[in-house]
């Protein structure tokens, strides 16, 4: 299992190396303060090992080739850049705060809740935290079931 300092390690490489253009290097710097952004790619690069590990003839490629290839490709990752609160969370995905919270504490009182709203990131003072990428996964989520 890819740990974050080994991520950590990774984009420091790649911060240090000549071989990208600024532009990409100028990314891996921002990446590497950014633990949503590590976890993303410590997870994303577990799968593909397990995933290219069934395949004999192909030799699995490097942590830092894995994080170039998403540096290449950032988009890839979602946007991680932006942590939302109930708010925004309710306001990306077109409801009022009340629906979101009466939904999300029905959740977490082990009630269903169809589609189920994503666990949140990180609960700071009681208040849950998500990435806007979540928010907006789970729009597209809701706009699939209406149909």
Known sequence: MTKLNDVTLALSQISDENELS?????????WLHNDLVKMELALA????????????????????GHI?????????LGDYSTIVGLNEFAEIIGWDKARLSTK??????????RPR???????LASTPLWTKAQASK???ILESTEK
């Open 104 to 113: 999300y504490s029905r959740q977490r009182e082990g009630k269903k809740v």
């Open 45 to 64: 690069y577990d799968d593909w090992i397990k995933e290219t590990s069934k395949f004999d003839d192909e030799p699995p490629q490097s942590l830092v």
């Open 68 to 76: 170039t290839y998403y540096l290449e490709h950032p988009f890839l």
């Open 117 to 123: 709203i994503p666990e949140p990131i990180q609960i």
């Open 138 to 140: 789970y729009r597209e």
């Open 22 to 30: 600024p532009e990409l290097i100028e990314i891996a710097t921002k």
